[in-house]
């Protein structure tokens, strides 16, 4: 194999992959921090948050084993995470609130389009391709509070979900009419940052039964 | 092609299997809403609700993608069984009770029908084939549960997962002395929606430990 | 077929395979009872207890079906565990604690063994074999705990899942340096039992974020 003199639109993805990979493996391991786990509970919650979306749409598009296990620098990244999160906790202050909700917006945006990207890949339904760049967005923060025995908060509160499923939306559209697959995804991932960070600063949240 | 004159044997499983799929979407985004999630954790109730069980079966036997993710009819019926049950929620009278328990009686016995036979034409073993029946059919309803973060009610309460059983388990015995595919499969079927119909009407309860 | 004159390696591993079912099956059961479910939700403990880390493992490693899917042997005697624990329930003196802990620190190496040894056989990545020789030892309590909506025990308390990476650490590092496989395997199970034995009998504890 030659060597790649600049990086090419497959490991912008690796590494925008593994960025989220790392943002969401530390917001699990402060979960497990509230929730008075030990240090293997820790390093499961930011595997399981980080990883488990992932896994999720591997299973379900047949594509075993999934790269969360086929890729060791996809565990690696996250229990490294796990790692810093712990030692850390009590030395650092705390990362400011409007950086953890910006970090993680951008996670969510980069999971969705990687996840819509494979799933077309394999040649699912654009339709369902939309559910599944969700899963893979959300599908880690809802085994993470699955395993906290709550009730997973994407199905309660806030814009968060619906931003994934509006990103995915944004990049199959892109790709239906034309657009090539580098400038859709980074347009469904920009519409799904954006959508975020507007209903975090506006409160905004979904109607529930019995609103109106 | 040329045009089918009647619905065949595949045709009619596949109408009542989608019909089992707007029942059991309506009951889970009901739960949604006595849980006060939002619009989206009623759509992904729903969902999981129609189509975590036959998901599951599929996986274990190796059918990938899974039908609710090959096929856009399942999550689309599903997502319109939630946003009718969303919209009319407090327009219409509501449901009476016995409505409620006999159509999801007979989404019971259609699902455990359903996932006994798709195992069977997978080659597994008839033993294990009535498990994933009643996987298929009592699935999707403790995944709806445990996203709830309480006990999945099938295992506390009632003949339920119980009437899968015996229907999946009158289904085989059906074909193992040679009754029709078919007439197996109708066979199996009524005898989960009696079980389970009569055991609600007697309040029929499995034993516990320390009953006797 | 000829007849096997002696027990091979595979007989063995089988054999202690299927005795790591029965042990968790039992504690599935016990756990069943405690949370007051009925006799399908004890029989559902007892399989999800005994069977879910396995099939977790041979789901992701996409060895579809899992093997206690496909081979009846592994529910048959997992709801044989189940229905003795039911009758006997009232009936025998409780096992006393030790002897529990034995047990259940035997099936923990076993499993784990069995886990990384498959694993392995799939040309799985070393370093991810050993989380699925833990997934496959303790993803059944975990599956126990979230159908009896609490935090999984072994996320919260006790050297428990350290035992089982440990042991499975200690295997693949024999297999690198020549030692055949049996013995590896033994040398992995082994560590893994004294680990956890050793933590029960001085209470060892992980460290918990704050501690230090």
Redesign the interface.
Known sequence: MRQRVKPDAGTLVLVADLAGTFVFAAEGALA??R????????M??A?ATALCGG?TRD????A???NA??D?RY??IAFTAGTLA?LT??LLPPVPERGIVTLDAAGLALFAAAGTEKALD?R??P??AV??GAITAVGGG?VRD???????A????DI???AALAGSLVMIGCRRIGVPRTASAFAGGLTCFVIRMIAVWQNW??????A?
Chains 1, 2, 3 share one sequence.
């Open positions: 497990a921090m929730g008075n786990l030990d240090l293997l509970g820790l499961v919650l595997f896994i299973v379900l598009i047949g075993v084993p999934p296990i086929r060791w565990p690696a712990f906790h009590s394999y699912i339904n339709f369902i559910l599944l809802v699955v395993l906290l025995a709550q009730i997973p994407v199905l309660r509160v968060y979900a619906t949240q979904l109607p529930k039964a019995g109106f």
